[in-house]
């Protein structure tokens, strides 16, 4: 249970570069010895071996790359979470970078709960900008967009249009570094995540997502859209500004 | 284009493990180049979960690059989904540092830790685009170097690398460099020149400057081809492990790999004196790291990687001296964040060993690793192994008294004058262990793993043919037969490859011939068994026109030379031939670090001696200081005479498995 005795802390990280090749595991082992590295002062789980009390969110599949990566985790003691993400970016490989961190309200949902939506922004192969342009307005007026998978090695189809919350061709100025066609999606992540690969596919088979980059997460409730830092952010008192 | 990322990068959306080549460990070092430096790619022939935790290649890694003239930087095998991609794609090897093209290095160095790598260090050649045959290089070529334990005997490999190291190398790259700086600035031109240079390095063995005559299958000498060239190669040693507090930066690989914790060496060598153990035989003397280095690098080292475990490692760190001591501060003085595991291989198998154990397992007590290695006492002592039975009981009814509950057990089957009653000895001692264990706990579990011997060079049963493929069946089907409703599994090595392993461990320069047709036939990874094939081997010996048997399982006589003579350990031949005939009396050999000398060569001849970090010796029994070997001797038996002992083949365990520790499966 959240809040008990410690304190919970959510922060936001970004994950670029050649560090995308790591798994999401690799990335919560590599925080946990940042956290040790800068002698954060974790809560533990009681047990035979006790654990960081570290939760992470929505898993992101190896080789993309992410602006909005989310994990909660608990302290002993309250820190000064202002000085957080530089300590911590410095413990942690290169590429991935700690870009913010909010106390957490008592009895704030998990991450892996909370949050309903994601985006990406892809850079799209296969195709050129005209093309995609088309297959994605075809894609998007559809009641249904069937992709197979592979289940316990078998192919089943599965109808992916539920979880296209939208998707957009960028302008011809914002080709990626390689000069690709670059596409933003919003997929839903409730009740079972999507991957964008899988999107794509469904959108046009010969269309393959090249470079993937997760640009936000999102909390949505009461029909307000919540970024995860600010949704269940403790409430701070203003500091006093000396100016 | 000296950086191949933009290349490299969308290969790797199509491999196994993509991280395994981008580098960015915690520690990893981004040297900067020039024509003024001597660039080392330093190389691990396997993969890299396997290569990276190497401290060998990361000590070098580190002296290397604090040199004024010098850079290094690291690449492992690629696996072969990667190794097809970058030939699809026309892409070289590349270092994981800084993702340069290991044909532009100056020197390619590879570590020899196992005979089945062989076939990958000609593949890393061949991928960094040059000759892998070394007769066919250029001057623009890098120099390919070979170090590690195999490298003792080089004759296999000696077609494919221009120089070896023999023994330690924290002192010789240093002076390599020296001499491949000095022909760098002179122009690079003969690549003769540079290579005669370097054989005048001690510890440096340059198999072009040495010519082999035979006489039928035997070799008759191994020549040098010039005078200033020396007849023999002497190993090279540091004296004190106290001037060589490295790795000082140990890299975090950001995936895991074998052994993820930060690993403080405690010394080097071992005077135990196992007949059958290569690595105990060539790193004499004993070298401890002082008690108060060590416990700063631990120190520093948790600090600096955010690891929390910490393995102390060497071939047996229960015999450090002091070792009691320090575990107990490590395990109890470990400030800073949560909890810290600790684990050390340890060759002992005694109370005191479990003693150690349970200070260091608090909590967690899963498993624990013993090695008798051999299932009686007689053949223990034939092995040097003096284990006596009680010990072994007393070991596991420690253990299994307080609290573990799986108790792992090595042996070696295949080893000289080994009868049936020793083989089937190892099912006894386990069906013993399992109802030891089943007096405290019902789920007491017993694993035997089985390997088959290797006789390797440098060591006492350098002489001893092997146990051939069949042999080793029938004993590891004798073990299992007699295990059958033990409560006891058993785990063996293939028998094909330790008779492949058999090929290259005592193998001369015609062996290289049989590596090329191995790996030609796209034979890689073969320690890997989905990758193995012993008819491979068995048809490149054929093609070759060499006859597999005669390496592997046939004696060798006192007078025969060995292809390996020219290369020295320190021991002297005539000590190991006598404890060869020792063994065969079955007659033991006390630990000359805690008694006298008795004078095997190398301290003598290298002046050298042991160095311990603390005058009082690890206590306990017949293992630790005040060794009994009263029972030596008391048993003769005749070499060869009982059928089961037909000379046939087989591998040891590798001693980095027996651990005993915090995590220790
Ligand atoms: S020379 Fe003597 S003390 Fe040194 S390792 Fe050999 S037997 Fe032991």
């Not at chain 2, 490590?330 to 800073?336: A, F, S």
């Not at chain 2, 050999?589 to 603390?614: F, K």
Request: proline share 6%; with cysteine.
């Amino acid at each position: 249970m959240r809040g008990d005795q410690g304190f919970p802390v959510r922060l936001r990280f970004a994950k670029r570069g050649k560090v995308r090749f790591i798994s999401h595991r690799d990335v919560a082992r590599a925080f946990e010895r940042a956290f040790r590295i800068e002698r954060l002062p974790l809560a533990f789980t009681v047990g035979f071996v006790p654990r960081p009390k570290v939760s992470f969110g929505l898993a992101l599949s190896v080789g993309h790359e992410s602006d909005a990566e989310y994990l909660d985790v608990e302290l002993e003691d309250a820190v000064d979470l202002d000085r957080w993400p530089d300590t911590l970016s410095a413990a942690l490989p290169e590429g991935i970078t700690v870009t913010g961190a909010v106390g957490l309200a008592d009895r704030a949902p998990a991450l892996q709960e909370a949050v309903t939506a994601v985006q990406y922004r892809v850079g799209v192969a296969g195709a050129d900008r005209g093309e995609v342009a088309v297959a994605v307005e075809q894609a998007l007026s559809r009641p249904t967009l069937g992709t197979t998978r592979t289940r316990k090695g078998r192919e089943v189809v599965e109808d992916v249009r539920p979880a296209l919350l939208g998707m957009e061709v960028r302008p011809v100025h914002d080709r990626d570094d390689d000069g690709r066609v670059v596409v933003d999606l919003e997929v839903s992540t409730q009740p079972k995540g999507t991957r964008p690969t899988e999107i794509l596919a469904a959108v046009g088979e010969h269309l393959t997502a090249e470079r993937v980059l997760r640009t936000h997460q999102w909390i949505e409730r009461a029909g307000a859209r919540l970024e995860p830092l600010e949704a269940d952010a403790r409430l701070r008192v203003p500091e006093a500004r000396a100016s | 284009m000296s950086n191949l990322w933009p290349a490299v990068e969308p290969l790797l959306a199509r491999v196994q493990k993509p991280a395994r080549y981008i580098g960015m460990e915690r520690g990893a070092q981004a040297p900067e180049h020039s024509s003024a430096l001597v660039s080392w790619l330093l190389v691990y022939p396997d993969t890299y979960e396997i290569g990276l935790p190497n401290q060998g290649l990361q000590i070098l890694y580190e002296i290397l690059n604090e040199r004024g003239d010098a850079v290094a930087e690291r690449s492992y095998a690629p696996w072969v989904d990667m190794e097809g991609e970058l030939r699809g794609a026309g892409v070289p090897l590349f270092s994981v540092d800084t993702h340069r093209h290991a044909g532009r290095f100056d020197v390619l160095a590879f570590n020899l830790s196992a005979e089945l790598v062989y076939t990958n260090v000609l593949n890393c050649i061949d991928l960094a685009g040059v000759p892998v045959r070394a007769e066919h290089r250029r001057p623009e070529d890098p120099i390919v170097v070979a170090g590690g334990h195999c490298a003792f005997n080089p004759e296999p490999m000696a077609d494919f690398v221009d120089a070896f190291v023999i023994g330690e190398g924290e002192e010789v790259v240093g002076e390599m460099t020296e001499v491949i700086s000095a022909w760098k600035r002179s122009g690079r031109t003969s690549r003769e020149g540079v290579l005669r240079e370097l054989a005048g390095v001690p510890g440096v063995y340059v198999p072009a400057m040495y010519e082999v005559e035979y006489d039928g299958p035997f070799v008759r000498e191994v020549r040098p081809r010039f005078a200033d060239v020396p007849a023999r190669v002497d190993k090279r040693t540091v004296a004190d492990l106290a001037d060589w507090p490295y790795p000082k930066n140990q890299l975090v690989p950001l995936v895991e790999v074998v052994h993820d914790r930060l690993n403080v060496e405690i010394f080097r060598g071992c005077t135990r004196g196992c007949r059958f153990c290569q690595a105990g035989m060539i790193t004499r003397p004993v070298r401890e790291r002082p008690d108060e280095q060590v416990r700063t690098m631990v120190r520093e080292g948790l600090r600096r990687t955010g690891y929390d475990e910490v393995a102390l490692t060497s071939l047996s760190s229960a015999d450090f001296s002091g070792v009691d001591g320090l575990v107990a501060d490590l395990v109890n003085k470990q400030e800073g964040t949560g909890c810290v595991g600790l684990s050390l291989p340890s060759l002992r198998v005694d109370a005191f060993t479990v003693g150690i154990a349970s200070e260091i397992q608090k909590v967690r007590r899963t498993g624990l690793t013993f090695a008798p290695e051999g299932g009686t006492w007689r053949i223990r002592q034939v092995i040097n192994k003096l284990i006596t039975e009680e010990d072994l009981y007393a070991a596991v009814d420690g253990a299994y008294s307080q609290g573990w509950r799986r108790v792992k057990l090595y042996f070696l089957t295949g080893l000289p004058t080994e009868m049936d009653e020793d083989t089937l000895g190892i099912a006894e001692l386990a069906r013993n262990v399992v109802k030891v264990g089943r007096q405290y706990t019902k789920h007491a579990s017993c694993t035997v793993s089985l390997g088959g011997f290797v006789p390797k060079p440098h060591t006492p049963f350098q002489w001893f043919g092997q146990n051939g493929i069949a042999e080793l069946h029938r004993k590891v089907g004798l073990v299992r037969t007699a295990l059958r409703k033990s409560g006891a599994q058993l785990r063996w090595h293939d028998p094909e490859a330790t008779f492949a392993e058999g090929i290259a461990s005592r193998g001369d320069r015609r062996i290289g011939r049989v590596i090329e047709h191995v790996w030609r036939e796209g034979g890689t990874f073969q320690e890997w068994s989905e990758r193995f094939s012993v008819d491979r081997w068995q048809d490149a010996m054929a093609a070759c026109g060499l006859d597999a048997e005669w390496y592997v399982t046939r004696h060798r006589t006192a007078d025969e030379v060995l292809p390996w003579d020219h290369i020295a350990a320190g021991l002297h031949r005539d000590f190991l031939w006598q404890d060869w005939q020792a063994s065969l009396q079955a007659h033991g050999l006390p630990d000359c670090r805690w008694t006298p000398c008795y004078d095997c060569g190398v301290c003598t001849d290298y002046a050298l001696e042991h160095v311990v970090a603390s005058p009082v010796a690890p206590a306990g029994g017949s293992q630790g200081t005040g060794q009994d070997l009263s029972q030596g001797g008391d048993m003769p038996v005749e070499f060869l005479t009982h059928p089961s002992t037909r000379p046939d083949a087989a591998t040891g365990a590798s001693e980095r498995d027996k651990q005993v520790g915090a995590h220790a499966g």
